[in-house]
Nanobody, 119 residues
C-alpha cells in the first residue's frame, strides 16, 4: 500500500500563486505516474495535470499556461505550481499515484488539500 500526504493548500487572492506538494511512501514512486486532480462539491473529480515516470506531462485545458507539474524522485514528491489563480480554481486537490506496479485499480489517493481563491 502507498500512502500519499499532500500539503500546500490554502486561501489566496485571485492572481496569486500556490505550490502543492505530495509525498509518497514506499519505493515505487519513480516508476509511477503521478497526477493532481481536483473536485468541487456536486461535480466529478477531474484531472488537472499528470506526469509520467519519464517526465512527460499533460494538463487540463484549464491548467495549461498557468500550472506546472514536476517531480523529485529523490524525495518521492510531486509538485503542482499554480500561478495566476482564479476563483474557479477553488476545489479540493487530490494527489494520485498509479502505474504498472500498483495493483489497485485507479491507484492510491491522498487525503486532499483545500485550495480557495478569493475574487
Amino acid at each position: 500500500q502507498v500512502q500519499l500526504v499532500e500539503s500546500g493548500g490554502g486561501l489566496v487572492q485571485a492572481g496569486g500563486s500556490l505550490r502543492l506538494s505530495c509525498t509518497a511512501s514506499g519505493s515505487i514512486f519513480s516508476l509511477s505516474i503521478m497526477g493532481w486532480y481536483r473536485q468541487v462539491p456536486g461535480k466529478q473529480r477531474e484531472l488537472v495535470a499528470a506526469i509520467s515516470s519519464g517526465g512527460s506531462t499533460n494538463y487540463a485545458d484549464s491548467a495549461k499556461g498557468r500550472f506546472t507539474i514536476s517531480r523529485d524522485n529523490a524525495k518521492n514528491t510531486v509538485y503542482l505550481q499554480m500561478n495566476s489563480l482564479k476563483p474557479e480554481d477553488t476545489a479540493v486537490y487530490y494527489c494520485n499515484i498509479r502505474g504498472a506496479f500498483i495493483a489497485v485499480s485507479g491507484g492510491y489517493w491522498g487525503q486532499g488539500t483545500q485550495v480557495t481563491v478569493s475574487s
